[in-house]
């Protein structure tokens, strides 16, 4: 199979699209296309759903880990040839509240190394499988135990989460002027399993509170949209510990939400994302032990 042609594959997988793609690559999108038809020849596949993204299929997401560790190799070899611009491409897939938290010191530590290019894909710590199971990531920040194939799986700790408000709110919660179902809402997204959760722990109806949910796709936004009293809301213990001791936010109860945190990785001889991984563990010890 012509490495190119699998390079080319997995441009067109990361950048979503063949003209993207074909800018990265340095070539026409005419010979992207033309070597995406050669290798769906000569694999007698179709690989690739031509959508806007452009995704894989199920077949293309086989060649897609292949393209990837190819990748990974290919670039941990040059910079052990001394290449002085060599980066190792490392993508991985975490969820955006630990991003603005625990995970820093992973940008730090990476950092410090210098020679790896870290590609960070924000996804709900729900979903962040998926990717890795598509071949889109090498490592992923996940709800999920249990290892998928090809990869390994590490208890990196619990993240908690308390629900708060702006003193307003909390004080006609508090008083019963507002309820759980009544109270103004700020929401991540519509993939948003944390507040899900929370949601069914305190037996809150979805579909009532839905057209008072503000959705703020973005961890730093969520908080100020919370602290500002833009409505009720989940915050990682990071988060909420110093605002709650500023008096800034009141807690609603004291029935904070945990969830344990994996970290999956593909099962490659990498002294990269051995060294990656090595980092995210000692950077989740800022996690809730349990």
Request: aromatic share 6%; with cysteine.
């Amino acid at each position: 199979m012509n490495p190119v042609h699998l390079e080319t594959l997995l441009a067109i997988v990361d950048e979503g699209s063949f003209d993207v793609a074909a800018a990265v690559l340095g070539i026409s999108p005419s010979a992207v296309s033309q070597r995406i038809k050669a290798l769906e020849s000569s694999t007698g596949r179709v690989l690739l759903r031509r959508a806007a993204p452009v995704t894989a299929t199920e077949a293309g997401e086989i060649l897609v880990q292949s393209a990837r560790r190819m990748a990974l190799v290919q670039a941990e070899t040059d910079a052990r040839l001394g290449h002085r611009l060599a980066r190792v491409p490392l993508s991985v897939a975490v969820n955006s509240d630990s991003l603005a938290t625990w995970f820093r010191r992973v940008l730090s530590d990476t950092a410090r190394r210098g020679d790896v290019a870290l590609r960070i894909r924000i996804e709900d710590e729900a979903r962040t499988l998926a990717m890795l199971r598509r071949g889109d990531v090498l490592g992923a920040v996940t709800r999920e135990a249990t290892p998928v194939s090809g990869c390994e799986s590490s208890f990196l700790g619990t993240m908690r989460y308390f629900p708060v408000a702006a003193a307003h709110i909390a004080e006609s919660f508090h008083s019963g002027h507002l309820t759980w179902e009544t109270m103004p809402l700020v929401g991540y997204g519509p993939n948003d399993q944390v507040l899900d959760d929370a949601m069914r722990e305190r037996f809150i109806d979805s579909a009532v509170v839905r057209a008072r949910v503000s959705q703020i796709p973005s961890s730093e936004g969520y908080l100020e949209a919370v602290r500002v009293g833009l409505g009720w809301g989940l915050l990682p213990q990071a988060q909420a510990l110093p605002l709650l001791a500023a008096k800034e936010l009141v807690l609603l109860d004291d029935s904070p939400l945990d969830i344990d945190l994996y970290w999956q990785r593909w099962r490659l001889e990498s002294e990269v994302l051995s060294e990656l991984t090595r980092s995210v563990l000692e950077a989740a010890s800022d996690l809730v032990a349990t």
